[in-house]
């Protein structure tokens, strides 16, 4: 095997369910280039280890796993793609992906090098993903900031926050992610700065594809962790707090070259944190109406549904989640 030109980085951690269709979204991709596959199991306590060891098995040359005995996340180690993947990576490029998420497209890892390829300053490419439930159910949206492809804004990605991409849609440089700050190993969360980073070394490019299917409601995940429980609310203002701090680091980070937008992207926690503390006349009073006087009426009332008729917009979207689940089910008899 020639040296890999793409590593792709898993990690996984009970994913027992998931994690074939991951492996074999990666093993099915048709590329003339060699790529190698990165995986690390922070200590599953199901059969996920087992299932990697069969691949493992297989395929000796592409699959280079770590089997961790202790679980690192819960001895406070952070960013594990980068951590134990990026650090041992051969490739010029590595492709993200958890493994609860996988791919679609057979062709995903070559489009994205050949645009990388042709175009040197680019530092990330990201694609657009479906949205599917456990069970591999459309969920009828998808994750796709724009309706054509394009050069990123740095702007639109510093005020979309992590999900402003799936992290399965992420391709990336990897000596533009080298030499990093400090922020990114302290940061509560790995994608926001992660994408904040190689936004601000190189350019972006969104492909107006869908590549890679998102799973949500998935016990365990980050975002199932954050909006579930007694505490939910408490768990988002922190989120947003947590935001604050990060974006305050990268406008020092970045010498204030985008103070206007980061600005404008810590407005919109801190109305979200009065929002869910139901203050919302403080708002006015504020630094935060700036934002909340830009918005349209219509997101207006979105947002000031979402937080003082939280159970209301939960059934309304449990409704429409069955409703697409419906039609989804009917269009593939």
């Not at 990690?11 to 991951?22: F, M, R």
């Not at 509560?188 to 994408?195: A, K, M, N, R, S």
């Not at 490019?205 to 962790?225: D, F, H, L, P």
């Not at 937008?261 to 006349?281: V, W, Y």
Request: glycine share 4%; aromatic share 12%; charged share 30%.
């Amino acid at each position: 095997m020639n040296k890999p030109l793409v590593s792709i980085s898993c990690i996984t951690y009970n994913h027992e369910k998931y994690i074939s269709d991951a492996l074999d979204s990666f093993l099915m991709q048709k590329t003339d280039f060699e790529f190698e596959i990165l995986i690390h199991d922070d200590a599953s306590n199901d059969r996920t280890a087992d299932i990697i060891r069969d691949y493992e098995k297989k395929y000796p040359n592409i699959i280079k796993p770590i089997y961790q005995s202790e679980n690192q996340y819960s001895k406070g180690r952070q960013r594990m793609f980068h951590i134990f993947n990026d650090s041992r990576a051969s490739g010029k490029y590595i492709a993200l992906c958890e493994g609860d998420d996988y791919w679609t497209d057979p062709y995903k890892l070559q489009k994205q090098v050949d645009y990388m390829k042709k175009n040197p300053k680019c530092s990330m490419c990201i694609h657009s993903a479906d949205i599917i439930d456990g069970e591999k159910r459309l969920q009828g949206i998808k994750v796709r900031p724009y309706k054509e492809s394009c050069i990123v804004s740095i702007d639109d990605l510093i005020m979309g926050g992590g999900g402003f991409c799936a992290t399965a849609s992420i391709m990336y440089y990897k000596k533009a992610f080298e030499d990093l700050p400090q922020f990114y190993m302290d940061a509560h969360v790995g994608d926001y700065p992660l994408q904040l980073i190689l936004a601000s070394r190189g350019q972006v490019y969104y492909i107006n594809e869908s590549m890679s299917a998102y799973r949500v409601g998935i016990q365990g995940s980050w975002t199932t962790n954050l909006n579930s429980g007694n505490d939910s609310k408490e768990k988002d203002i922190k989120n947003c707090e947590n935001d604050i701090k990060l974006l305050k680091k990268f406008d020092i980070y970045t010498m204030h070259r985008y103070r206007k937008t980061i600005n404008l992207a810590i407005n919109k926690r801190e109305m979200l944190i009065l929002l869910i503390s139901r203050k919302k006349s403080e708002i006015k009073k504020s630094q935060c109406k700036e934002y909340y006087n830009s918005l349209k009426i219509n997101d207006k009332f979105k947002v000031n549904m979402k937080y003082y008729f939280p159970k209301i917009i939960q059934e309304i979207k449990t409704i429409i989640r069955y409703i697409r689940i419906c039609v989804y089910n009917l269009n593939i008899k």
